[in-house]
Nanobody, 126 residues
Framework: QVQLVESGRGLVEAGGSLRLSCTVS????????MAWFRQAPGKEREVVAA????????YYPDSVKGRCTISRDKTRNTLYLQMNTLKPEDTAVYYC???????????????????WGQGTQVTVSS
């Protein structure tokens, strides 16, 4: 059974930092592209960062570029998202996702991710 479990839920003040973790089991971690998505109330889910199976390629949308870093540890089967200079608009439920499509992680869409975690709440206070 595939499981993706996020941790690092937090209430953070604007300007602060937070690291999210996603522990993966039930699949060969190094074969999967991984990503973090988020969904704020009343908004569509959007990608925050993505990383290739080998960890060589990382993708960030402009909204978080320079503030977020995605990384993965194959020895721990764990995905990370370091977020700095947090803003109130970063408030959302954050999800990790795994996909194994034969294409660059830069070209992945949300539908390409097969497995999803349950999400963890991040709240940034102003």
């Amino acid at each position: 059974q595939v499981q993706l479990v996020e941790s690092g839920r937090g209430l953070v003040e604007a300007g602060g930092s937070l690291r999210l973790s996603c522990t993966v089991s039930g699949l060969t971690f190094s074969n999967y592209a991984m990503a973090w998505f988020r969904q704020a109330p009343g908004k569509e889910r959007e990608v925050v960062a993505a990383i290739s199976p080998a960890g060589v390629i990382a993708y960030y949308p402009d909204s978080v570029k320079g503030r977020c870093t995605i990384s993965r540890d194959k020895t721990r089967n764990t995905l990370y998202l370091q977020m700095n200079t947090l803003k109130p608009e970063d408030t959302a439920v954050y999800y990790c996702a795994a996909g194994s499509k034969p294409k660059s992680v830069n070209d992945y869409t949300e539908r390409d991710y097969r497995y999803w975690g349950q999400g963890t709440q991040v709240t940034v206070s102003s």
